[in-house]
């Protein structure tokens, strides 16, 4: 098959990897043609060239990643132009079987039916953002008011031309049911997180200890986006009551719009035991993750869709043991149980996350039992090549 991704975000392949490009690789793998559209980053010039195997074009966008909400709003606006324009040149030589479209954005909802209807393929969407309605639940813009009611619409048309709509968790497949009641149930199946497997024989954690120096600490680690969704206000908090524990340190890894303000907090309720480090390469992130002692999770307490955290991929996957603060419309606990891989409060249950921090912390048998527990989670449902057969066997069964 001829495979179209169009992506929000693509890194390059041979510096390092996310979900998509290693799903990708996949297809790859499995004697298909794959193309990915994707955003050039800085205003780069639009180029095309072969990435693992890969045609990757990256085309020239406004900023998408760190701006304003409004910012960013008007970027997603002008994306689809921007790739209906990198496409027509592709179209003429290649008919596209499948294109696989993730979220966010959903910007891109009129472009992928179009080439639906246009080469009579199937639209496989992998649903990882329930968009407006997150923006609503964080105070973004307002529910019923005339930008939420375009996003709105827009969200409705890419679930109708959709073939096929992988969602993150069961309960997320409730949620989206319950709000598009018209949804064909047929449309809507589990896709979970997925991620390479990560390969580690310790032998690198005294020298990684030492480069970040984290030597003699227990390290708890928080990885990834810092922005109003994560709430990362409960972790600082934590924080403020840990520092009776001389030897904690909360590392927190990563880039977003909240980072200043938490630095301004940390500085003024004199938190000492938080440090705060810019995003680093993808392998280096891993194996500073395998040299920690516990991976943090926080959610925003006004969610009311179902996330599940995709930073839990890489606790899992190098077995590090979790302690999460989530809302209360996840079934990320329900994971979490299932897999005995960490320990879950609400977020702003204060206590709650304390206690569970402090059973962690005291008992290193119960963490190695959740970290080993985690890994086999990961191994069992959390590749790439499951995503992979999912997808192309749901995929197939429409052919047939």
Known sequence: MNVLFLMFVYP??????????????????????????????????TTSRIEMGVEVVRVRTLPLKNVSPIIKGFSNLLLPCQFRRA???????????????????IT??????????????????????????????????????????????????LYRVANH?????????????????????????ELKNFQIQYYDDGSLKQEIRQKYDLENKYVVVFGGNMGKPQQLENVIELARRCQKFTDVLFLLLGEGVM????????????????????????REYQKLLSSCDLGLISLNMCFTIPNIPSKTLDYFNVGLPVLA????????????????????????????????????YHNADLRKKMAENGRAYFLKNLTPDTAYRTIISTVTKSYN
Request: charged content about 25%; some cysteine.
């Open 165 to 189: 709509i992988g969602c993150m968790s069961p309960r997320n497949i409730q949620y989206v049911l319950k709000n598009n009641p018209w949804i064909e149930l047929a449309k809507l199946h």
């Open 259 to 282: 980072v200043e303000r938490l630095r301004k907090d940390v500085r003024r309720i004199s938190v000492t035991n938080v440090r705060i480090v810019n995003t680093i390469p993808k």
């Open 12 to 45: 390059d392949g041979y510096k390092s990897y996310n979900m998509y490009t290693t799903l990708a690789s996949e297809f790859v793998k499995d004697g298909h043609k794959v193309i990915v559209i994707a955003p050039a980053e800085k205003f780069q010039k």
């Open 325 to 360: 603060s989530i809302d209360k419309a996840t079934d990320f606990n329900l994971i979490l149980e299932e897999s005995g891989a960490g320990l879950w409060s609400y977020a702003g249950e204060h206590d709650a996350f304390m206690s569970n921090f402090e059973l962690l």
């Open 87 to 105: 496409i027509r040149g592709i179209e003429a030589h290649t008919r596209f079987d499948l294109i696989i479209l993730p979220t966010p954005p």
């Open 108 to 157: 891109l909802a009129g472009l992928a039916g179009a080439l639906r209807k246009r080469h009579n393929s199937q639209l496989y969407l992998i649903l990882r953002d329930i968009f407006p309605q997150n923006a609503i639940d964080l105070g973004f813009f307002k529910e019923g008011g005339l930008v939420h009611r375009y996003f709105r619409s827009k969200e409705k048309k």
